[in-house]
């Protein structure tokens, strides 16, 4: 990172639904659009769910100054959806 930078902010906003046999979890990430961004959902046992991935199109030395001042709360940069299997203890599938 580049000395001095801003603090990086970013926003998950999620719902997760349990049903019998699946989780579905909806939601939206924000906030500043650097550096790349991922949000996962685990299991009990660590198993891990890519709910989202996101890329920035800002450059390693400009990016962490012009893309991280303020905390861009509302600065959508996607949603999802995601439905997961779940076995019978609840660990995906």
């Avoid at 049903?19 to 685990?42: H, T």
């Avoid at 920035?56 to 303020?70: A, E, F, I, K, S």
Wanted: glycine letters at 12%.
């Amino acid at each position: 990172m580049v000395p001095m930078a801003p603090p990086i902010d970013t926003f998950v906003d999620f719902e997760a639904v349990f049903r019998k046999q699946s989780l579905e979890v909806n939601g939206v990430m924000r906030g500043d659009d650097f550096p790349n961004a991922e949000a996962f959902v685990l299991d009990s046992k660590g198993s891990a769910a890519l709910l989202f991935a996101y890329a920035t199109d800002g450059g390693q030395n400009t990016g962490p100054m012009t893309r991280l001042v303020g905390n861009n709360s509302g600065q959508l940069l996607g949603a999802f959806r995601c439905v997961v299997t779940l076995g019978t203890s609840g660990e995906f599938k």
